[in-house]
């Protein structure tokens, strides 16, 4: 039986590896979902607008089912879609 003293106990401490950067821990993060409700309140469209885009295939979703079913899309696909609307459009 080894006794454990205060010297061995530091040891191990030293040994233990430092933890990752919070960047490294934060680029493996899923992406922040909203409701269609939430997408709504930062385009300014209607709720109903982003729901037909998102059964359409025109933006990413992912569709939660339980008690309280939910349509949640991505904050970045909200953001391309906005940024999308705003390009002027060639004309020929």
Request: positive net charge; contains cysteine.
């Amino acid at each position: 039986m080894v006794l454990k003293t205060k010297a061995t106990r530091r040891t191990k401490a030293a040994r233990r590896p430092s933890p990752a950067p919070v960047s490294a821990v934060l680029q493996g993060a899923p992406p922040k979902l909203l409701t269609v409700q939430g997408c709504a309140a930062i385009s300014g469209e209607s709720p109903w607008t982003w729901r037909s885009r998102a059964y359409s295939g025109l933006c990413a979703s992912v569709k939660m089912n339980g008690p309280k079913s939910r349509l949640l899309i991505p904050e970045a696909e909200v953001y391309r879609l906005i940024e999308e609307g705003m390009r002027l459009r060639r004309t020929a």
